[in-house]
Each structure stands twice: as structure tokens, then as C-alpha cells.
DNA sequence: CCGTCATATGACATCGATCTCATATGATAT
DNA sequence: ATATCATATGAGATCGATGTCATATGACGG
């Protein structure tokens, strides 16, 4: 993966770009950001088990659930009285890992905030 | 770039993700998206090029720009009377197009919003 | 049926993002 | 120095996002 060169895109859509943005959007928050990558290191799991990992409180991740489901990042799915949670598909996994590879390489960079 | 199992990734710290939210955060806005493809399509641009491929207002293209100023996504160097922006770098360029295509998927599958 | 556990939802407050308008700054030409 | 072009900035309005509290729903055991 390096073919990045900058000179070179095609340019999508107006309704491309507002969903991208959306996509973007669901990934922009700790909490939820969070909670996916909980979800790509132990695989499904249920809220319960989110609430302690992320450290949120009941409702608020309920909250944030909603905003990942409509973006269709994750999945959800009933298990007797739990409601289990998975990634949607890999390539959500493989974005944010991108995102945090940059982000770890802005840091070593130095880019103190 | 396939290696998108979802059940094993690093832990990252909250500062990690928290940059990782500012990041995805600075690509959550159609405008900015369209900054930055235009930079990606166009290579180096001033200000007043983006504001006729953008359709953005002069001031509210230059707010935006700050925040992708701030969030390292792009750079920016007077040129006399002009301020020509570009990307900060190709990674950039490589997680935004990986959200496009996402994005292109989710449409292709049906996913009318 | 009732109580309880697990999760979702709705209303509301608050905080942050984005836009607009006016104005400031910086560079160049005259 | 002044005018003008190009961009940035600040203040304020407005809209959306997030969190909290209270309550609803759904599943299960007794």
C-alpha cells in the first residue's frame, strides 16, 4: 500500500463526498472510536461488555451504538437478553487502522497538540 | 492491502485515539472533503482556485482550511499576493481515497441513505 | 403475571461546528 | 503613502452533536 501518489483521483460525486464525510463522521469521536476498535481486538461483543472497555455510561453508548449502526459500521444482534455488536465488515477495521497508523506516526513526528 | 482480519489489532491510547478522532474529524465535512480531493486531483492550489471548485464562500473556505491546517492535512506557502495549499502528505490522500471507495461500496450495495 | 436484567429511546441542556458579516493583514503596483 | 487584490480573523447567530435523566421495551426466570 503506497500507490499515493497526489497527483492523481477521480472525483466522486457530490453524494459520494457527503457520504464519505458521513463515514468519516461516525469515526470522529473517541467514545465510538473506542468502542470499534474493542469490537477489532476481542471480536462481537455485548454492551455490557462495551460499557466497561470504553468507559462510557449505559446510555450515552446506546447513543453512540445508534450513530455507528446508522453508518453501518457495526452490526447488531440479539442474544437472548444481550444485543451483541460486531464490525460491520473489515474494511471499517482497516480504515481506522489506517487512521490510527497516522495518527501514531503524527505523534512520533512530533505534532504535539 | 487485504490484511483486515478483524479479531487482532494494538490497543491504541486514549491520546492515540483522540488524535485519530481529530483526524477523521477534520475529513467529516463535505467542504473540506472537497478541498482536499480537489489538492489530490489538481495538485497544489491557491485559495481562490479552491473557492470556484469547492462553491464555498472565500470566508468560510478560509475557516475551513484553518481547521485542515490545524489538523495537518495540508500545508500552506505564500506565493506573492496568493497562498498556494497542497497536501501535508500522501497518507493523507491514501486514507481519504479509502473512505471514498467505502463510500462508492456502500452505495453500490444499496445503501440508499 | 411480575420482577428484573439488558438495552433503547426521548426530552432536554450544553457544547462545539459552521456560516455570515465586517474588518484586519499582507503583498504588490502606482 | 494609497489603492487594490488575496487571504485570514473575530464576533455573533444558528444548527448539530453529545451527554444525562427518566422512562420504555424486550427477554427471561420464578
Redesign the interface.
Known amino acids: 500500500?503506497k500507490a499515493?501518489?497526489?497527483?492523481?483521483?477521480?472525483?466522486?460525486s457530490?453524494?459520494?463526498?457527503?457520504?464519505?464525510?458521513?463515514?468519516?463522521?461516525a469515526?470522529?469521536?473517541?467514545g465510538?472510536?473506542?468502542a470499534v476498535?474493542a469490537?477489532?481486538?476481542h471480536?462481537p461483543m455485548s454492551v455490557t461488555g462495551l460499557i466497561e472497555v470504553c468507559g462510557l455510561e449505559q446510555s450515552a453508548l446506546s447513543h453512540q451504538l445508534r450513530v455507528l449502526r446508522d453508518g453501518?459500521l457495526v452490526v447488531a444482534e440479539r442474544r437472548g437478553k444481550q444485543v451483541v455488536y460486531?464490525?460491520a465488515d473489515?474494511?471499517?477495521?482497516?480504515?481506522?487502522?489506517?487512521?490510527?497508523h497516522?495518527?501514531?506516526?503524527?505523534?512520533r513526528k512530533g505534532?504535539a497538540?
Do not use: C, W, Y
Open positions: 500500500m499515493t501518489r497526489s497527483g492523481k483521483a477521480k472525483m466522486p457530490d453524494l459520494v463526498l457527503a457520504r464519505t464525510a458521513s463515514l468519516f463522521s469515526f470522529a469521536n473517541g465510538r472510536l473506542k476498535v469490537l477489532m481486538r471480536g453501518s460486531a464490525l473489515d474494511h471499517i477495521a482497516s480504515i481506522l487502522e489506517d487512521g490510527i497516522h495518527a501514531r506516526e503524527q505523534s505534532d497538540t
